[in-house]
């Protein structure tokens, strides 16, 4: 009886099969060459991935059944001896751990924020910075002063801010279409301030949380005191309190107080593990191509796309491979690295023995964006010529699969002392969409159940992908 | 203390700043033309949209004030109302409807689902499928007979199907990168499939969801019967159920029997509207850019994705316009139709009404994939030239704000008939990211809490710049 419907969806792409020669004309008029073989291999990783994928499963495994894993906690060496574990399970030529010292930081008993109006006392949600120290066992109560910059903390000077509580309340700006730019522009209050704030003898500091998102949750995340400097507690405070903060502020001026409370501390260093796994090469066994992302994460959630993905991804690229017989030329290492979220001894630790061990680094991918779609990757020492070269060749044999944004920008934190330790190395950011991003990131809602299964492989597939064609063709 | 930290992903972009006439050359040599005037109007309709944006409250509304909207039903009137109001409120230069009769179907009680192994009776998730007839009032049970496709019916044959519920479970295809396309392939078992059946003397139908999402939610959806064939009872049952049905049938064959009672009914055709708001063309009052989505909804949930997206974005397009001063060349319009769902009325009463008054139509807009980030747009009607023109020139100004891909493919289900009604039309498919759309589609679970704000926002924005630039530069 009905004609159409939205079965019309149904047929929708159906256009799109028909004239898929002509999608292929156009690729070939934009690109230089288009090699059938890769293209074929391309598709083959896809398949593997989208079919037989497994790191949705591993990612459960990894936020349900460890959950939290901050350096230095009982769960991060739960997560290294479970990683070495599945690693070993795949069956890959070399499992091995690197032995290294962290910094251990502890949260203590859940967090204390109050706004005090007069007589009212209003209860908001926050969350201690990563490397804070506590408040005096009772709390910290002052007067507020809120700050948009560090630079106004200059301005105002000791008289305005002495025995205060600074509140840093810069927004993130929405107009970056890339958010990691506005995390980029809003992060050194959470960084910086706290350090800045003491000079000026603040008593304490709260950091609006690092997201646009306008939600309950504190987003916490590593600050860092000046050597020798006063350190003064500093807690995230979630988006709703800092605006209804800001408005009471607007409102009633000084009369305004907030408290809040925190038994964060620091212990000593204490031994932990980067977990490495290796397909060794057939044609040149000391030269490396590494993927890898973090194993540790903030312990107010699971480090679901922080970066439980990202190590996720990074063993399947190397279960991708062995699964479809292909035996590389060089050798293409998976890496968890350990404590990426206050203090990179992983990364340190890996760049220095590659360096003792006199490997050659070929290139380095870091998965540490989310688990989001794929957008391209970001390269940092290839040249303008080459780039254009990649973005030509296999941007667009990426570009059918939503991965070939090739563009210049940075590698990231863990391979990043690889570029010193390794000179030569190309350094590869994967670049996931980053629009949601920072609605979990570092806060009680990075949870597995935000992950979804085909973007999470999607991202596996495209470095399979990216990686075999470096290893086929290298760089020039 | 710390040294690097995760503080590094705060530099990341910073990379980028300093690269930027980089990627400006890169985009230069791959382009024939970049017209510096459209840049800079494209980033201001971006800056627009992210700063000042009013999808998402509108959305919230939609969802959490009307909710399910199907078509004929009271809350498919209150939208109508609703989303007139807020045309209105926004002062465009002129708001109307178009009045249309739509079918009238309504599901009924909740549904009742059972696998009947023996004495147990498993409780299972279902929902009967659009325009569907109910089951005798006490319920169905039969036999259940497994197939993967309409053609294993034909080799059936009715001795092996008549009398029996015929269980269609061919699941989605994960290879598609597009997930549209799996559901294009998958989507003959529920539209066409009870009809098939039915030939063959089935009792009734259940169909595996239209998802790769393993879970509990049944997914509907329009199922379409022969004209004067007999009509069977067909519903949805969860991929979950699905699963444990078919092991169920595997290990235990034909002692396995389903039972299930639905009380949908058709009732007579009733009044509706599409709603369409206009900016007026300064040059060209009769030549019409149209941008539009469904106004209606299934019932399950809130038509968060499918498609209150669709019809908000529609109308901040105009919003974004109209509060940048524009003033466009042709007259754009914004459509709300009615009746996408189950049966495409609203789609047939636009394309006639433009045929009757003798409008010129350029191109016409739909979103009706979700409110996801934005990948691009597909082409229907414009030639390979064109396409490839568009490609080089509007494809490199959208290609940073991730809207891109401009390929051919289809329009959409209601601007479709426009093509023969306005020949010369070029039809555009809004193409957002697909891999999180049959998550929800159709299903309890399309709720306002699954659209992420600046997806939303994005992709309103990249309709509002692609219409810009047909405005001033049409298509030759």
Same mark, same amino acid.
């Given at each position: 009886?009905?004609?159409?419907?939205?079965?019309?969806?149904?047929?929708?792409?159906?256009?799109?099969?028909?004239?898929?020669?002509?999608?292929?004309?156009?690729?070939?008029?934009?690109?230089?060459?288009?090699?059938?073989?890769?293209?074929?291999?391309?598709?083959?990783?896809?398949?593997?991935?989208?079919?037989?994928?497994?790191?949705?499963?591993?990612?459960?495994?990894?936020?349900?059944?460890?959950?939290?894993?901050?350096?230095?906690?009982?769960?991060?060496?739960?997560?290294?001896?479970?990683?070495?574990?599945?690693?070993?399970?795949?069956?890959?030529?070399?499992?091995?751990?690197?032995?290294?010292?962290?910094?251990?930081?502890?949260?203590?008993?859940?967090?204390?924020?109050?706004?005090?109006?007069?007589?009212?006392?209003?209860?908001?949600?926050?969350?201690?910075?990563?490397?804070?120290?506590?408040?005096?066992?009772?709390?910290?109560?002052?007067?507020?002063?809120?700050?948009?910059?560090?630079?106004?903390?200059?301005?105002?000077?000791?008289?305005?801010?002495?025995?205060?509580?600074?509140?840093?309340?810069?927004?993130?700006?929405?107009?970056?279409?890339?958010?990691?730019?506005?995390?980029?522009?809003?992060?050194?209050?959470?960084?910086?301030?706290?350090?800045?704030?003491?000079?000026?003898?603040?008593?304490?500091?709260?950091?609006?949380?690092?997201?646009?998102?306008?939600?309950?949750?504190?987003?916490?995340?590593?600050?860092?005191?000046?050597?020798?400097?006063?350190?003064?507690?500093?807690?995230?405070?979630?988006?709703?309190?800092?605006?209804?903060?800001?408005?009471?502020?607007?409102?009633?001026?000084?009369?305004?107080?907030?408290?809040?409370?925190?038994?964060?501390?620091?212990?000593?260093?204490?031994?932990?593990?980067?977990?490495?796994?290796?397909?060794?090469?057939?044609?040149?066994?000391?030269?490396?191509?590494?993927?890898?992302?973090?194993?540790?994460?903030?312990?107010?959630?699971?480090?679901?796309?922080?970066?439980?993905?990202?190590?996720?991804?990074?063993?399947?690229?190397?279960?991708?491979?062995?699964?479809?017989?292909?035996?590389?030329?060089?050798?293409?290492?998976?890496?968890?690295?350990?404590?990426?979220?206050?203090?990179?001894?992983?990364?340190?630790?890996?760049?220095?023995?590659?360096?003792?061990?006199?490997?050659?680094?070929?290139?380095?991918?870091?998965?540490? /964006?989310?688990?989001?779609?794929? *957008?391209?990757?970001?390269?940092?020492? #290839? !040249?303008? $010529?080459? =780039?254009?070269? @990649?973005?030509?060749?296999?941007?667009?044999?990426?570009?059918?699969?939503?991965?070939?944004?090739?563009?210049?920008?940075?590698?990231?934190?863990?391979?990043?002392?690889?570029?010193?330790?390794?000179?030569?190395?190309?350094?590869?950011?994967?670049?996931?969409?980053?629009?949601?991003?920072?609605?979990?990131?570092?806060?009680?809602?990075?949870? /597995?159940?935000?992950?979804?299964? *085909?973007?999470?492989?999607?991202?596996? #597939? !495209?470095? $399979?992908? =990216?990686?075999? @064609?470096?290893?086929?063709?290298?760089?020039?």
């Amino acid at each position: 009886m009905q004609k159409n419907s939205d079965y019309n969806k149904l047929l929708f792409f159906d256009a799109m099969k028909t004239k898929l020669p002509l999608l292929i004309a156009l690729f070939l008029v934009t690109s230089l060459a288009v090699n059938a073989q890769d293209s074929l291999m391309i598709r083959k990783i896809y398949d593997e991935e989208l079919v037989n994928g497994q790191c949705y499963q591993n990612l459960h495994y990894l936020c349900k059944k460890i959950g939290p894993r901050l350096s230095g906690s009982p769960n991060a060496q739960k997560a290294v001896e479970w990683g070495k574990k599945l690693m070993e399970t795949y069956g890959f030529d070399h499992v091995f751990l690197q032995q290294i010292m962290v910094p251990h930081w502890v949260r203590g008993s859940k967090e204390l924020g109050e706004i005090i109006d007069g007589n009212k006392r209003i209860p908001v949600a926050i969350a201690a910075l990563g490397m804070s120290v506590a408040t005096p066992a009772d709390g910290l109560t002052a007067d507020v002063i809120e700050v948009r910059s560090l630079k106004q903390l200059d301005t105002l000077g000791e008289a305005a801010i002495k025995g205060k509580i600074v509140f840093f309340n810069r927004p993130f700006d929405p107009r970056f279409i890339v958010t990691l730019r506005a995390y980029g522009t809003a992060g050194d209050q959470r960084n910086a301030g706290p350090a800045a704030a003491a000079k000026y003898g603040a008593a304490g500091v709260i950091v609006r949380s690092l997201t646009e998102s306008i939600d309950n949750y504190p987003h916490t995340g590593t600050t860092r005191y000046d050597k020798g400097g006063v350190e003064i507690p500093a807690a995230a405070i979630s988006t709703i309190a800092a605006n209804q903060l800001s408005a009471l502020l607007k409102q009633k001026g000084n009369t305004i107080k907030f408290y809040f409370k925190q038994s964060c501390q620091m212990l000593p260093d204490t031994i932990s593990y980067n977990v490495v796994a290796e397909l060794t090469g057939t044609e040149n066994p000391n030269k490396f191509i590494t993927v890898g992302g973090h194993l540790d994460s903030w312990d107010l959630a699971e480090g679901a796309h922080d970066d439980g993905t990202g190590v996720m991804q990074s063993v399947e690229v190397l279960r991708i491979l062995k699964a479809m017989g292909y035996r590389p030329k060089n050798t293409i290492r998976a890496v968890f690295f350990m404590n990426e979220e206050n203090g990179d001894r992983g990364g340190d630790k890996y760049a220095e023995l590659a360096a003792q061990n006199k490997e050659e680094h070929i290139a380095a991918i870091e998965t540490d /964006f989310g688990g989001f779609t794929p *957008r391209g990757f970001t390269f940092d020492g #290839a !040249s303008p $010529a080459t =780039l254009l070269k @990649l973005k030509e060749s296999w941007g667009n044999l990426l570009e059918p699969y939503g991965s070939g944004q090739l563009i210049p920008g940075g590698g990231g934190t863990d391979i990043g002392p690889l570029k010193e330790k390794t000179p030569g190395i190309i350094l590869i950011g994967y670049l996931p969409d980053s629009q949601r991003y920072f609605d979990v990131h570092h806060s009680g809602n990075d949870v /597995f159940e935000n992950v979804n299964k *085909r973007e999470l492989e999607l991202g596996a #597939a !495209s470095m $399979a992908a =990216l990686i075999y @064609l470096i290893d086929q063709h290298g760089f020039n």
